[in-house]
């Protein structure tokens, strides 16, 4: 059977087709059109698998992704693409014209399941956490995505986690993990001490990669504004190491192209902030970046096809 995996993000969707053996088939993007998104990924489904020759019956299910909070297949809030309250799930098979499987998820919920399933499909419990503009992230927990009461889980980026420097988050709090983790975050705590430590940085006009890339050359100030930063992520970390004591945190985003030179830094600063037990937990870097969120969706849809076959119903 066939699996369809759809990440729809404010400016395209993605979509995966799959073999339910988790083997990628193939992938487009179209625009994303919010008046009219449902209809137009449903038609472009709907002419693939004629050209295809497939049937409706040969597709096991649907799963989407969204960026904004969603609970029970229902959109709760979505800033990007106007939505309130909008039930997902029932828009789409509406707009697909028959009953189909069809699950919904926060995006970097479905991201994280996406990276974990590929990195290792045995692990149990994972933290995914992405450094970009801001810092996000999603939780599998005992192999279930955590969506949380309100559609809140995952939201890692708004942990309270520094009284030194009291930034005040795009989210109005003080003090939260992305206003110091984020790519932002870095050219901030940089521009921040810019009078304290000597630098080769012009920072007038400066990036995330130029800091980084400075700091891979011992520049004073680029070096202490990074370790700040992975010390605030480790600090995070290792808070979540005691209340999930996950089998492994997985590092994407666009700072994570750090590669190896943030992981050995996080590595260091988590083993020393964590209790022993949690030494072992593995962290990775993310390996599948902007195609996460459809195999995330293949992921799920798999677990619900063996579900199926061992009970019987979905």
């Known amino acids: 059977m066939y699996i369809f995996g759809i990440d729809i993000g404010g400016t395209s969707v993605k979509i995966g087709f799959f073999k339910d053996s988790f083997e990628l088939l193939e992938q487009w993007e179209i625009p994303t059109h919010s008046n009219s998104l449902f209809e137009e990924i449903a038609e472009n489904i709907k002419a693939y698998i004629s ?75 994972v933290v995914f956490i992405t450094l970009g503009t801001g810092v996000g992230g999603g939780i599998i927990f005992h192999q279930e995505v955590v969506e949380g009461a309100d559609g809140l889980g995952g939201e890692l980026g708004h942990m309270h986690i520094d009284d030194k420097y009291n930034f005040t988050c795009g989210c109005g709090k003080i003090g939260c993990l992305e206003t110091i983790a984020s790519a932002t975050g870095i050219v901030r705590l940089t521009r921040y001490y810019k009078d304290k430590l000597p630098t080769r940085l012009d920072l007038n006009q400066i990036t995330t990669k130029d800091v980084v890339d400075a700091a891979k050359a011992n520049d004073p100030l680029a070096s202490y504004a990074f370790d700040e930063a992975c010390q605030a992520l480790a600090q995070a970390m290792a808070n979540l190491s005691v209340i999930i004591n996950p089998d492994a945190f997985i590092i994407g985003g666009g700072v994570s192209n750090a590669g190896a030179f943030l992981l050995e830094r996080i590595q260091k600063y988590y083993t020393n902030k964590c209790l022993e037990q949690a030494t072992h937990t593995k962290i990775n870097l993310a390996v599948l970046k902007n195609n996460a969120g459809i195999y995330g969706a293949c992921a799920y849809l798999i677990k619900k096809k063996h579900e199926v076959e061992k009970n019987g119903k979905c």
Do not use: H
């Open 51 to 125: 050209k295809k020759n497939i049937s409706f019956e040969e597709i096991f299910g649907y799963g989407l992704g969204i960026p904004g909070m969603v609970k029970n297949g229902i959109a709760t809030r979505c800033v990007n693409l106007g939505w309130e309250n909008v039930d997902i799930r029932q828009e789409f098979n509406k707009a697909l014209g028959y009953d189909a499987r069809v699950y919904v998820f926060n995006d970097a919920n479905l991201a994280a399941l996406g990276e974990a399933s590929y990195l290792n499909s045995k692990w149990d419990s």
